[in-house]
C-alpha cells in the first residue's frame, strides 16, 4: 500500500543517513510512530520523582494497541466535519469546546550505538501543533507552547546508548493560535541529530555579503560567524576553515579561523573572504553559493555543514521604493 511504501522509504532514508561518513548525523525519525488520540492519562508527570513519569510517557507503557502514523501527521483533518464548531478552523471538532478530541499522544523507539556514547544527541522537531511536552526514556525533557517555531532538546543525558530509547509527546491543540485551520498533532519533520562534544551549535552558521556603499559591484566580501558550542568540562580551541563554491560547482574563495571555546560554553567564531565576480541572487535569478564549514579540534575533524546563500544587497529608494 501507499503507507507501506512511505514507510520503507523513510525507513530507508534513515538508513542512509545513518551510513553516511559525517562527523555530523542529521537522522529522519518520521517512520513508525504509534498514534492515540485523547487523554485518559492527565497525571503522568511526577515533578517530586523525576524520571519515572507514568502513562505513555514511561518507557514500558505499552502502545501496541495503538495506531501506527508516519509523520508529518495532522490528526484534526481525519475528523468528521461539524457544524457547530468554528468555521475558520475549517469545522473540526478541536479547540476549547471539544478537549476529548484536542489532545493526541506519540510514541517511537529507536536504538542507538553503543559506538555513539560520547556524542550529543539532539531531537528536534520542526513543528507540532501545539503545547507539545516531550518525554526521552520517563523523563521530561522540554515543552513548546507554539504551533509553529521548531524545537530542541539536548537528550545526552537520559538515551541509553547501546540499547533502546522511547519518545513520547503530549500534543494539546485546544487552543487557537490563528485565525484559520491549524490542524492538530506533529505535522513537520522530526530529527534526531548526532555531534561531537565540540560542534557548530543549533542554527549557528550565519553568513552574509557586502559590497562598498551597497552598491553590488567588483567584489563580495563574504562574512561567516560560527557559533561553536562546547560541552566538555574544559576548554577545546578549534580551527574553523571555510570553503565557498559558486552556483556551478566551483570553489571560488576560502578563510579560516580559531577560537578557544571555554568549557560547558559557547563561543563566536568571525572569519571573512571575498568572492572576485560574484553571481547575484535575485527573484529572477535565484543563484545560490555553498558554504562548507568544517570544525577540527586538536586536528581532528569535529564538523562540517553545508549553508545555502545568496549574494545580493537591499536597498530602499524614494523613486524606484524597494530594491
Request: aromatic content about 12%; proline content about 7%.
Amino acid at each position: 500500500s501507499f503507507v507501506r511504501l512511505l514507510t520503507l522509504a523513510a525507513a530507508l532514508f534513515t538508513l542512509n543517513l545513518f551510513a553516511a561518513d559525517s562527523p555530523r548525523e542529521h537522522l529522519l525519525l518520521d517512520a513508525n510512530w504509534k498514534f492515540q488520540l485523547g487523554d485518559d492519562w492527565p497525571d503522568v508527570l511526577h515533578l517530586n520523582k523525576a524520571g519515572i513519569n507514568s502513562g505513555p510517557a514511561a518507557q514500558r507503557f505499552n502502545d501496541s494497541a495503538w495506531q501506527t502514523v508516519n509523520l508529518p501527521h495532522d490528526w484534526a483533518i481525519e475528523l468528521p466535519f461539524n457544524p457547530a464548531t468554528d468555521m475558520n478552523h475549517g469545522f473540526k471538532p478541536v479547540g476549547p469546546n471539544f478537549l476529548k478530541t484536542s489532545v493526541g499522544w506519540y510514541r517511537r523507539t529507536f536504538d542507538l550505538p553503543a559506538a555513539d556514547a560520547g556524542k550529543r544527541i539532539w531531537l528536534q522537531f520542526d513543528g507540532a501543533y501545539r503545547d507539545a511536552m516531550v518525554y526521552v526514556n520517563g523523563w521530561f525533557v522540554g515543552h513548546s507552547e507554539s504551533g509553529y517555531y521548531p524545537f530542541r532538546y539536548d537528550v545526552t543525558d537520559v538515551v541509553n546508548f547501546g540499547g533502546g530509547n522511547t519518545v513520547a509527546v503530549r500534543v494539546d491543540a485546544s487552543r487557537f493560535e490563528g485565525w484559520f485551520y491549524e490542524g492538530a498533532g506533529i505535522y513537520r519533520h522530526v530529527w534526531l541529530d548526532e555531534t561531537a562534544p565540540v560542534a557548530i551549535a543549533p542554527n549557528g552558521i550565519f553568513v552574509f555579503s557586502r559590497f562598498p556603499h551597497n552598491v553590488p559591484e567588483g567584489p563580495a566580501e563574504i562574512h561567516v560567524e560560527a557559533d561553536l558550542l562546547n560541552t566538555l568540562t574544559n576548554e577545546a580551541g578549534a580551527a574553523v576553515h571555510c570553503e565557498i563554491f559558486s552556483p556551478d560547482g566551483k570553489l571560488v574563495a576560502q578563510c579560516d579561523g580559531t577560537g578557544t571555546v571555554p568549557e560547558l560554553a559557547r563561543r563566536d567564531v568571525k572569519l571573512a573572504c571575498s568572492v572576485a565576480s560574484p553571481v547575484l541572487w535575485s527573484p529572477e535569478s535565484p543563484n545560490l553559493y555553498r558554504l562548507i564549514t568544517t570544525v577540527e579540534v586538536g586536528g581532528k575533524l569535529v564538523d562540517r555543514k553545508e549553508t545555502e546563500f545568496g549574494i545580493r544587497t537591499v536597498a530602499f529608494d524614494p523613486h524606484r521604493c524597494f530594491l
